[in-house]
């Protein structure tokens, strides 16, 4: 086999991947449309790493539609790799930390949001997922503080979901 031989196999893999997340796209995009868990753990185990690293949204696409299917352990692995590569994408590390919580580790979940806290404040659902990881961590030990803080960070997601957008102070033309 030759070099060109080789990059022209890589080239038809490529094309191929992007033509299969390019179906799937389009499949969950139409209303009415269910991909089934079994599709979806097949593509993932049929990734072409060397695209899928090109492209944060892959991942994030499908450990949302692995959290949504109960799927968390799958979800843990797809946020895992993800993040090795996109280490401050926020919707990996909702995704991770919601699966986590959901797996019975609330306290790891708990640690993942806080070691991202600085650039994860702008993200609404950063709010209520530490809400939810409270009121999880509050199931495992029936501690009141941690109810308590769970009450606490509802009431923050609230208030800023109420808050108005913030806008350039100068005037766009």
Partial sequence: MCYDDGVEELQGSIDAEAHRVGQLRERLEREGVDVGIAELKQIWE???????????????????????????????????????????????VLYLALSLARTGSPNRAFELLNSADGWLTNIPDAWTLRARIYKDLWKLTGSSRALEQSLHEYERAAERRKAPPKFPTQVLS
């Fill in 46 to 92: 049929g990734r072409l790493r060397a695209f899928w690293r090109l492209y944060p949204e892959l991942y994030s696409t499908l450990a949302g539609l692995m959290v949504e299917r109960s799927e968390n352990f799958a979800a843990i692995e797809i946020c895992a790799e993800g993040l090795s590569l996109f280490p401050r994408h926020g919707d990996l």
